[in-house]
Every structure is written in C-alpha cells, then in structure tokens.
T-cell receptor, first 115, second 112 residues
Framework: AQSVTQLGSHVSVSEGALVLLRCNYS??????LFWYVQYPNQGLQLLLK??????LVKGINGFEAEFKKSETSFHLTKPSAHMSDAAEYFC?????????????FGPGTSLSVIP | NAGVMQNPRHLVRRRGQEARLRCSPM?????VYWYRQLPEEGLKFMVY????????ESGMPKERFSAEFPKEGPSILRIQQVVRGDSAAYFC??????????FGEGSRLTVL
C-alpha cells in the first residue's frame, strides 16, 4: 500500500527566503504525486502534480517540485517566500493505474513566513 | 474549489444524535472521496465512491459510519449515534481522470 511522509510538521522561513518542504512516498507501482495547499477554514487546492514525463514539475504561485525515483522523494520548493504562502501543505500519492484511485495524503507541513 | 458544494458548513450535534453531511461534486465528476481532518492532523481517507457503488471503504470505521452516492442527488456521509471523537472537519472531493481532486470547503462537525 502507498504511504506518504512529510519531514517537519512546522517550517518557518523569512520573507524572500527559499522554501523547501519535504515529501517521501512509498508505492508499489509508478505513482502519481501531488502537492496541495490549504488556507485556514478552506478546502485543499492543487499546487502541482506529477504523473509521467518530465520529473521537474512547475505549479501555481511559483512553486515547483522534482520527482526523484531513486530517493522516492517529491520535495516542494519556491525560490522566494511571500507572506501569502503561509498555509498548510500536503503531499499526496495515488497508485492510479486507471487515473481514478485512492489518494493518500501526508500529515501536512504548516508553513509560516516571517516578515 | 467553489464547484464542489458541501453542506452544512457547520453542524452541531449532541452525543447519540445522527449527522448527515452532503456533497455535490462538480458536473462531470462521477467519483467522490470523503476525508476526515482532525485538528493539527492531516487528512485521513475514509471512502471512495462512484455513482451507486462503493469502490473503497477501507478508511471507514466499522460501526456507525456509512456513505452513499446515489444515481441522483448528492453523496451523503452518515454518522449515527455521534460521539465527541467524531468532532472533525469532513472534506469531500470530486475526482477527475487526471488524478487531481477538487475539494469542497468542508463540513465542520461539533459533538457536544
């Protein structure tokens, strides 16, 4: 069965600094990988996804993530943090051979941005 | 995503009562997922349904919880005889064939 771990439940960065949120997964088949963001009292929205093809994936709001099969990782980065990036970030994995499949979420990382 | 409608947004129940949470996915999405989120925790998978069929309910508690997605109408998550531990935010998401999930804004259940 697939699973997701996110190292660091809370991450603080200064405004303008690099954002790095870590995600490792386990999957018995080539995975679909996702990053979602959740703002307070809202649902989750997709930041970016990896299905097949290019391993460096660009998403919304300047975020990107790189799929590294050898490391079973899908870390999320952004070169320069903005105050509006403060939110909860969830990494997720699906073993969707049919594109519809159970999606498993990691425990989340809360990002704080310090002015 | 504003396209996925969940109601009620907030629900208060006393112990022993029933809670019914509804979810209408976006048009064209025939698959629905339910997740539970406890304070300071991530999302826990509960159940995955398509119209008139439960595909995976491995995350559902064995008792008191049930879910359906009828041919017509919204998907419903039903919790019978609620207990305080059921207090949480319950999120519904619709599935697209890209694997992406489109989430509603959640239903927050408080059990007194």
């Amino acid at each position: 069965a697939q699973s997701v771990t996110q190292l660091g439940s809370h991450v603080s960065v200064s405004e303008g600094a690099l954002v790095l949120l870590r995600c490792n997964y386990s999957s018995s088949v080539p995975p679909y990988l996702f990053w979602y963001v959740q703002y307070p009292n809202q649902g989750l929205q997709l930041l970016l996804k990896y299905t097949t093809g290019a391993t460096l994936v660009k998403g919304i709001n300047g975020f990107e993530a790189e799929f590294k099969k050898s490391e079973t990782s899908f870390h999320l980065t952004k070169p320069s943090a903005h105050m509006s990036d403060a939110a909860e970030y969830f990494c997720a994995v699906s073993e969707g051979e049919t594109s519809y499949d159970k999606v498993i979420f990691g425990p989340g990382t809360s990002l704080s941005v310090i002015p | 995503n504003a396209g996925v409608m969940q109601n009620p947004r907030h629900l208060v129940r006393r112990r022993g009562q029933e809670a019914r949470l509804r979810c209408s996915p976006m048009k064209g999405h025939s698959h629905v997922y339910w997740y539970r989120q406890l304070p300071e925790e991530g999302l826990k998978f509960m159940v995955y349904l398509q119209k008139e069929n439960i595909i995976d309910e491995s995350g559902m508690p064995k008792e008191r919880f049930s879910a359906e997605f009828p041919k017509e109408g919204p998907s419903i998550l039903r919790i019978q005889q609620v207990v305080r531990g059921d207090s949480a935010a319950y999120f519904c998401a619709g599935g697209a064939n890209t694997g992406e999930l489109f989430f509603g804004e959640g239903s927050r259940l408080t059990v007194l």
